[in-house]
């Protein structure tokens, strides 16, 4: 779930970064004194290679995104109401993700989640009020089309795993996705990297899905007959 944090960062930076001179010459200098003074030292940015005239950032670890949600301060950077609410929206997603860190829930804590997951996200795309350019016009939030899957997941489909989990006496500490993650960047390397890129040479019309999936059953039906993946050199000499 930590992975929503990398949308949350993108969302800020991406605001920041609307006039890039400025961006190049003093906030990305700004920031990385904030990250320094919170401790995390080695945060830095570096020109995008593949964006283009945008830069990227160190990624973090789990540890470093909640010390970062929890004390980097949005509001030196974003002001007014807007530098508010994203600040925000940053302490009410450590704070739900702290609380399902927790050993059990009760039926009214897990209800609580739910409702307040729903205003997180609606938050998070609030739409902008009023006409465009206007002096009454009240900027909104971020765009729908930044909602990714673990957004979704994290506000309407935790609640009813949390539920199922109280029930057997479970709890959301006891699970990983960590193998998933692995699977996932196995694929991504393999179907995507190099000569690959874009899913590879699509001339059987197939889909990069289609083609995952039947590289994954070959892999099934090798191991399920004990069938060697890999080929062997042999020299077969002739009789004298």
Known sequence: ????????MGCLFGDLMIDLNEFKKVTKILI??????????????????????????????GPDKLIMLQHFDVTKFIAGDRGKKISLLWKEFFNLYQFLRKD???????????????NWIKLFCEPTIGKSNSINQRRGMFNPTDITPYMHIFVFHIPEFLRKLQHKGLNMRQFSTSSIEKKNHLHVKLFF???TMGGGNNSNDNSV???ILSFENRQLYYLMNDTSRCIKQRIIRPNP
């Open 1 to 8: 779930m930590l992975r929503i944090t990398d949308v949350l």
């Open 32 to 61: 990385e004194k904030e990250m320094q003074r919170i401790g995390l030292t080695h945060f830095q940015f570096f020109e995008s290679k593949s964006k283009g005239k945008s830069w990227d950032w160190t990624s973090l670890t």
């Open 104 to 118: 059990s829930f009760s039926d009214s804590e897990i209800n609580s989640f739910e409702i307040n997951a729903k």
């Open 193 to 195: 990297g190099g000569t």
């Open 209 to 211: 899905l289609h083609d």
